[in-house]
Nanobody
């Protein structure tokens, strides 16, 4: 299993921005699709964004136009730029491998410890 370490979370006011990072181990290149999901207390896991090996991206409707997923393959790092944050974005955010590469219906594997995002 690959090792993934998320960072970049924090507390921001509504309308603010955060950039999450996910550093992967050297064998992350084996993963063809990476993404971010979030989970808030008492709520189900929600896929947020995914990026395929060809660079194609997909997003949950709730974050379209506000969040951008990207990756730096040379650094084995995945990013999530979050703009225009809303209180309902508050959750623990995890990066993970996802298969198939579907942000809603994909199965998430090998996630890290997560990073907390609080918008209030």
């Amino acid at each position: 299993h690959v090792q993934l370490v998320e960072s970049g979370g924090g507390s921001v006011q509504p309308g603010g921005s955060l950039r999450l990072s996910c550093a992967g181990s050297s064998d992350t290149y084996r993963i063809t699709c990476m993404g971010w999901f979030r989970q808030a207390p008492g709520k189900e896991r929600e896929g947020v964004a995914a990026i395929d090996s060809d660079g194609s991206t997909s997003y949950a409707d709730s974050v379209k136009g506000r969040f951008t997923i990207s990756q730096d393959n040379a650094k084995n790092t995945l990013y999530l730029q979050m703009n225009s944050l809303k209180p309902e974005d508050t959750a623990m955010y995890y990066c993970a491998a996802v298969h198939p590469c579907l942000v809603v219906a994909g199965t998430w594997n090998d996630w890290g410890q997560g990073t907390q995002v609080t918008v209030s």
